[in-house]
């Protein structure tokens, strides 16, 4: 089993940019797929975007496209997430997960990942 601690959460500005990270500790991180999930007040937890075990393929919910991109650093062993161009339906807290299932693209549920952190909170004011 995994350990994953986040960070990187806090305030920001509509249209700024944050970047959280994910440091994990216990087992072979190298050997984990990858996710970030959000949920805001009053709604589901929703899938943010996944990575493969090397990093070599990267997968995203539409709403996140072009905005968020997802990256690995296995030789520190955490998992990154740049978001850019925040808006305020971004305020969240986000969590890092670990597990998942291959191909990415059929791995977007809770169920699907075995390693939760506990969150952080982005809150994005207008």
């Known amino acids: 089993q995994v350990q994953l601690v986040e960070s990187g959460g806090g305030l920001v500005q509509a249209g700024g940019s944050l970047r959280l990270s994910c440091a994990a500790s216990?087992?072979?991180?190298?050997?984990?797929?990858m996710g970030w999930f959000r949920q805001a007040p009053g709604k589901e937890r929703e899938f943010v975007a996944s990575i493969s075990w090397n990093g070599g393929s990267t997968y995203y919910a539409d709403s996140m496209k072009g905005r968020f991109t997802i990256s690995r650093d296995n030789a520190k062993s955490t998992v990154n997430l740049q978001m850019n161009g925040l808006k305020p339906e971004d305020t969240a807290v986000y969590y890092c997960?670990?597990?998942?299932?291959?191909?990415?693209?059929?791995?977007?549920?809770?169920?699907?990942?075995?390693?939760w952190g506990q969150g952080t909170q982005v809150t994005v004011s207008s």
């Open positions: 216990g087992g072979t991180f190298s050997s984990y797929i």
């Open positions: 997960a670990a597990g998942g299932k291959w191909p990415l693209w059929s791995a977007t549920q809770m169920t699907d990942f075995g390693s």
